[in-house]
Nanobody
Framework: QVQLVESGGGWVQAGGSLRLSCAFS?????MGWFRQAPGKEREFVAA????????YYADSVKGRFTISRDNAKNTMYLQIHSLKPEDTAVYLC?????????????????WGQGTQVTVSS
């Protein structure tokens, strides 16, 4: 029954910005964003605790990406600035990580289908 639906991806030139959204059903606890490029493993991007008090970022995106959530609107966001070609990937929303280890994909119970972000140089 749990559904996660990403939106907001698209094509952008290097240096541009996007805001990704993840609409989720029900009460979802710790959540995160991952990305996956063709031929590569799923990569941690950012995570956020249930109340938004704790946020965590991959070194590659720190200072450029901001994760947030609005539980009243059942939506999690990823605000992205200063996009680089190496940010090109499918961005996936993940939910319900009870472990406290935010960086491993296998710790999350639920996943969306992803939204494509393509950055041209």
């Amino acid at each position: 029954q749990v559904q996660l639906v990403e939106s907001g991806g698209g094509w952008v030139q290097a240096g541009g910005s996007l805001r990704l959204s993840c609409a989720f059903s029900g009460r979802r606890y710790a959540m995160g964003w991952f990305r996956q490029a063709p031929g590569k493993e799923r990569e941690f991007v950012a995570a956020i605790t249930y109340n938004g008090r704790g946020t965590y970022y991959a070194d590659s995106v720190k200072g450029r990406f901001t994760i947030s959530r609005d539980n009243a609107k059942n939506t999690m966001y990823l605000q992205i600035h200063s996009l680089k070609p190496e940010d090109t990937a499918v961005y996936l929303c993940a939910a319900d990580n009870p472990s406290g280890n935010w960086y491993q994909a296998y710790e999350y119970h639920y996943w969306g289908q992803g939204t494509q972000v393509t950055v041209s140089s």
